[in-house]
């Protein structure tokens, strides 16, 4: 079946690059996600990438994506303090229908 | 200013009294999903919809219900709310199944 994960927990320092690492299962995947979410917040799509693109920048951020090992990755340069948050990981599932199939979480903590 | 609006954004009651969880989007878009979120788990899918009088269940649709007599509106009705429903619901929607979703600021059930 479908499945998305992540590790739950990173801790990098200010000014760092943070790497979060994301593998899925289903490689009929059109398109692979990554969101935002802050405390009491909703979900924020920071950046997306189709399956046939390797590699996607956009300002601090960069997507990788590893069809072969279905690994997904997003780094953030120069990480600040509001760049704390979950991101989540999610792939489109299989099928016509609007579903996502989201990780559990990764919790960025970014520290002095 | 795009948005997709949910309310009430925190809820709590008591077991086996209906409630309704309302969803309303300006985006005009096709596509509306209900998610909740559980810690560990990431978020998964309730219900969904195409189109107005079209829905179908997610990965999780037992104890709810939806329904979309317009476009804008996509409400989650929990006929007889149980503390299993505890949890933090998303509205979502998408142009197009495969175009990013927009999320809600999501809304905090507690089921007494």
């Known amino acids: 079946g479908e499945d998305v994960e992540q590790s739950l927990f990173l801790s990098v320092r200010e000014g760092d690059s943070s790497v979060i690492n994301c593998t899925y299962t289903?490689?009929?995947?059109?398109?692979l996600y990554w969101y935002k979410q802050e405390p009491g917040a909703g979900l924020q799509l920071l950046t997306y990438?189709?399956?046939?693109?390797d590699m996607k920048q956009d300002q601090r951020l960069t997507v990788l994506l590893n069809k072969k090992d279905k690994h997904l990755s997003l780094r953030i340069a120069d990480t600040q303090t509001g760049d704390s948050a979950i991101y989540f990981c999610?792939?489109?599932?299989?099928?016509?229908?609007?579903?996502?199939?989201f990780g559990a979480g990764t919790r960025l903590a970014v520290h002095p | 200013e795009a948005q997709v609006t949910q309310n009430p954004r925190y809820l709590i009651t008591v077991t086996g009294k209906k409630l309704t969880v309302t969803c309303s989007q300006n985006m005009n878009h096709e596509y509306m999903s209900w998610y909740r979120q559980d810690p560990g788990l990431g978020l998964r899918q309730i219900y969904y919809s195409m189109n107005v009088e079209v829905t179908d269940k997610g990965d999780v649709p037992e104890g709810y219900k939806v329904s979309r007599k317009e476009k804008r509106n996509f409400p989650l009705i929990l006929e007889s709310p149980s503390p299993n429903q505890t949890s933090l619901y998303f509205c979502a929607s998408s142009q197009y199944s495969n175009q990013p979703q927009h999320f809600g600021d999501g809304t905090r059930l507690s089921i007494l």
């Open positions: 289903d490689s009929s995947s059109t398109y």
């Open positions: 990438i189709f399956s046939n693109m």
């Open positions: 999610a792939e489109r599932g299989s099928g016509g229908y609007n579903k996502l199939i």
